[in-house]
């Protein structure tokens, strides 16, 4: 059974800091590419950031440029998000994806709240 299982959202205040984990099974995680997606409320799907197979390749939204931090471990299965200076505005329900065509596997996602 395939499983994105997302960890690491909570209530931080402005100006903190969050490290997401998303911990993948049932597939060969290391053959996939990996991004963080997020839904703000009442929003639709917001692409954040997203790392290739062997992390060769990474890329972030511009809002979240020099702020946010993805990475993959390919022997435990995980990928990471850190989350520096947040702000009110990246309050959302984060979400792992994983994909290599035809395939895309989503988690169940973790909130994350900023707010004073």
């Known amino acids: 059974e395939v499983q994105l299982v997302e960890s690491g959202g909570g209530l931080v205040q402005p100006g903190g800091s969050l490290t997401l984990s998303c911990i993948a099974s049932g597939f060969t995680f290391r053959g996939y590419a990996m991004s963080w997606v997020r839904q703000a409320p009442g929003k639709g799907l917001e692409w954040v950031s997203s790392i290739n197979s062997d992390r060769t390749s990474i890329r972030y939204t511009d809002s979240v440029k020099g702020r946010f931090t993805i990475s993959r471990d390919n022997v435990k299965n995980t990928m990471y998000l850190r989350m520096n200076g947040l702000k009110p505005e990246d309050t959302a329900v984060y979400y792992c994806?994983?994909?290599?065509?035809?395939?895309?596997?989503w988690g169940q996602g973790t909130q994350v709240t900023v707010s004073s």
């Open positions: 994806r994983a994909e290599r065509v035809p395939f895309t596997y």
